[in-house]
Nanobody, 124 residues
Framework: VQLQASGGGLVQTGGSLRLSCAAS????????MGWFRQTPQKEREFVAA????????YYSDFVKGRFTISRDDAKNAVYLQMDTLKPEDTSVYYC??????????????????WGQGTLVTVSS
């Protein structure tokens, strides 16, 4: 499975961005897709995840109500709509894919495939 993330950029506080992650290869082996973020000062942290079927979604507490994860079957893509952005959302965002498991994971170590990061910068 190969993942290609895109959509990062510079935005002002309160603005919006939409990140995209296109999956290719053996996508039938994907159980869930997740978004994580990481800064040099912090460990990689969970942002949101969605089952490949789209039936279940999970969010970290710090993005609930502001970020929305979704997927597009036809494009084998997952999106992260980020609204009401704050300076503390500044980070490199990574998409990841999880092979089948009992539950959708919120820990980076449980994800098997990773895309390259895309930088999101929120100016104050």
């Amino acid at each position: 499975v190969q993942l290609q993330a895109s959509g990062g950029g510079l935005v002002q506080t309160g603005g919006s961005l939409r990140l995209s992650c296109a999956a290719s290869g053996r996508t039938s082996s994907i159980f869930a897709m997740g978004w994580f973020r990481q800064t040099p000062q912090k460990e990689r942290e969970f942002v949101a995840a969605i089952t490949w079927s789209g039936g279940s979604k999970y969010y970290s507490d710090f993005v609930k109500g502001r970020f929305t994860i979704s997927r597009d079957d036809a494009k084998n893509a997952v999106y992260l709509q980020m609204d009401t952005l704050k300076p503390e959302d500044t980070s490199v965002y990574y998409c990841a894919a999880q092979r089948p498991g009992p539950i959708i994971a919120t820990v980076s170590g449980r994800y098997n495939y990773w895309g390259q990061g895309t930088l999101v910068t929120v100016s104050s």
